[in-house]
């Protein structure tokens, strides 16, 4: 199995609302990242996940809370989201952080719309 | 980890034509990857040329690196409309700790 997949797909939420964004890979990586992308942007780093440790937080706000249960599986939680944390929020997994060498592989995106 | 910068902005071919796309970077590299990118979908990984090598094929992918002028080409032969995505270009560094930051992009559309 050399997919990533997510969960959903499509989500719309309110601002007080709590929900989580779920990502699975089953080829053995031990580094997953989550990555947030604007309309018409790049991909840019949230956080990264190495060994089930978080790594690398990009000074995300803390309305964004990831979680790494096991080495398949990781999730990110949302709760009090402003409109402006609409996008897309892209899962990656690769064999390991910080080796060189090592691509990424992406799940498909989850469309978030916060009204 | 560094950004690429990606140039042209956008590109615009007709089906079965050649499109070349540029990738400039600053500091010394360990590897440089190419992505592509879908509209609205994750992105793929197409080919990663690492920091000692020139150049590298991938089926009508070709992708070349100049250390020397810190900036890399991929080359997409025979171009088909399913290949009309975003490409990016992600520089990485010898102290890699799994980020990738990307550019801009180049948009490349492939009319019929």
């Known amino acids: 199995d050399t997919e990533v997949t997510q969960t959903p797909k499509h989500l719309v939420m309110g601002m007080t609302n709590k929900k989580s964004l779920k990502c699975e890979q089953h080829m053995g990586h031990r580094a997953m990242y989550w990555y947030k992308q604007k309309a018409k942007k790049p991909p840019e780093l949230m956080f990264v996940?190495?060994?089930?440790?978080?790594?690398i937080n990009e000074s995300v706000p803390s309305r964004f809370s990831p979680e790494c249960p096991n080495s398949s599986l990781l999730n990110l939680h949302l709760h009090a989201l402003q409109p402006e944390d609409s996008a897309l929020y892209l899962c990656?997994?690769?064999?390991?952080?910080?080796?060189?060498?090592?691509?990424?592989?992406f799940g498909p995106g989850t469309r978030l719309t916060v009204l | 980890s560094q950004q690429g910068e990606e140039d042209p902005q956008a590109l615009s071919i007709q089906e079965g034509e050649n499109a070349t796309m540029n990738c400039s970077y600053k500091t010394s590299i360990n590897n440089l990857q190419w992505y592509r990118q879908n509209s609205g979908r994750g992105l793929v990984h197409l080919i990663l040329?690492?920091?000692?090598?020139r150049e590298k094929h991938s089926g009508r992918l070709r992708v070349t690196l100049d250390t020397s002028k810190k900036s890399s080409s991929l080359l997409i032969t025979a171009s088909r409309a399913a290949d009309t995505a975003s490409y990016f270009c992600a520089p990485v560094g010898s102290s890699n700790t799994g980020k990738l930051i990307f550019g801009q992009g180049t948009t490349l559309q492939v009319k019929p």
């Open positions: 990656a997994s690769s064999h390991a952080a910080g080796v060189a060498y090592n691509e990424q592989f």
């Open positions: 996940y190495s060994y089930e440790k978080l790594s």
């Open positions: 040329i690492r920091s000692n090598e």
